[in-house]
């Protein structure tokens, strides 16, 4: 495996290559704007398919402003009823697994994922006959199973649930160990933003800030909360960007019990969710709750005092050990949902060669794999289209329905 200063050399010199000639035409089978989870993985199956790919993006493989961006994501296939989605985790796990193994620093730590659910929420038993339905490894635990097995919690509901084969993944070194491996295999970069194009019934090229036109017979923009902007007549008032704050906090001293193995990822639904401490960063505890809204491009990623203190309340109650614990890092993201938490993978609604993919943000990652394939099946024409990604089913106003 390549080490990082030669990635970076790589993706230079081939980004070099494109942007060599400006002014001139290159020509692709296929462009995809955007080089997070969900780009890249098309990127990836559309290389596969033997298409000539040319990757773009306006700042990097999951740079500090992308929603793909950041440490670490958690994988989980327990989703209530939505089948859709426990099988496109249960797919994507198997591929984010195998790009581990090709790695010398794991990418995959298997955690396990432990739910909470208040009052008997319908959903935690929805979960369960889901997981089974497709043959999903799951255990049930009541309050003494828990106790015993996971003392460093404290939990009111009735009842958990423990995925043993889930867990989390490294974000960031997922999505740029990925692009790494697309460099040296045929698939072009380009690091540069894309003008918003205005295409009638076709779309013939794009243009490039330095004014390079680059065409190809296809164009896939997997643009994350840049979508609205590049399309803000199909996509301005249904893609919805919110801010999301992320807490890393410190365990005492010598005390392992918040790092893995010994801890799960969790999520107590419809509320906050967390990571165990993965090398050495201190345990993550963030809220599910959709924030304020928020440009990616120019609003400032600082943490008040309020939201420090407003977490440090939920840590304690949660987590009775880390009570003191010391705020170590801390993080501002952005979800970039539907108007249902549906994502978005669809063909422009007026235009035949240009395709949407995105509306992944809040549970989006863990599904790259699964959805790079899905978005390469309609491209080449050979996928099976689930209406529940359709463009037509979005709405102008956000009514949330996936967790």
Not at 29 to 52: C, E, I, M, P
Not at 116 to 144: C, H, M, S, W
Not at 165 to 194: F, I, W
Not at 378 to 397: A, I, Y
Request: net charge positive.
């Amino acid at each position: 495996m390549p080490t990082r200063r030669k990635f970076v050399k790589e993706v230079t010199a081939a980004a070099a290559l494109v942007s060599a000639a400006k002014g001139q035409k290159s020509s692709y089978d296929v462009v995809v704007v955007g080089s997070g989870v969900f780009g890249a993985w098309t990127a990836h199956h559309l290389n596969r398919a033997g298409k000539r790919v040319l990757l773009v993006d306006a700042y990097g493989a999951s740079n500090s402003r992308a929603s793909s961006g950041g440490e670490s994501r958690i994988i989980r296939c327990g989703y209530g009823a939505d089948g859709v989605y426990t099988r496109f985790a249960k797919e994507s796990l198997s591929q984010w697994q195998e790009l581990s193994k090709r790695t010398t620093n794991p990418l995959f730590h298997k955690s396990g994922v432990l739910w909470f659910g208040k009052n008997n929420d319908p959903r935690i038993t929805a979960t369960i006959e889901t997981l089974a339905k497709f043959k999903v490894p799951y255990e049930k635990l009541n309050q003494a199973d828990l106790a015993k097995r996971f003392p460093q919690f404290v939990s009111e509901a009735p009842m958990a649930v423990f995925e043993p084969d889930s867990g989390a993944l490294m974000a960031r070194r997922c999505v740029q160990t990925l692009v790494q491996e697309m460099a040296g295999k045929g698939v072009d970069m380009l690091l540069e933003p894309v003008l918003p194009p205005s295409p009638k019934n076709k779309l013939d090229s794009i243009t490039t800030a330095s004014k390079r036109t680059i065409s190809a017979g296809e164009f896939v923009f997997a643009c994350g909360p840049w979508l609205g902007k590049v399309f803000p007549n199909e996509l301005g008032s249904r893609i919805f960007p919110t801010r999301q704050e992320m807490f890393f906090f410190g365990a005492p001293a010598g005390d392992r019990r918040f790092a893995v193995p010994a801890m799960p990822c969790w999520i107590d639904l419809g509320d906050v969710y967390g990571v165990p401490d993965l090398e050495n960063r201190g345990m993550k505890i963030a809220s599910d709750q959709h924030g304020a809204a928020f440009d990616p491009d120019s609003n400032d990623r600082l943490i008040s005092k309020e939201s420090v203190d407003a977490m440090r309340k939920i840590l304690a109650k949660r987590f009775p050990a880390m009570k003191n614990a010391p705020l170590v890092e801390s993080r501002v993201c952005q979800y970039e949902n539907t108007s249902n938490g549906d994502f978005l993978l669809d063909r422009h609604p007026a235009v035949s060669n240009v395709w949407f993919a995105g509306g992944g943000s809040g549970h989006g990652f863990k599904h790259g794999p699964a959805v790079g394939e899905y978005v390469a099946g309609l491209v080449l024409g050979t996928g099976k289209v689930e209406p529940r990604f359709s463009f037509s089913s979005k709405g102008t106003s956000q009514k949330r329905a996936v967790y």
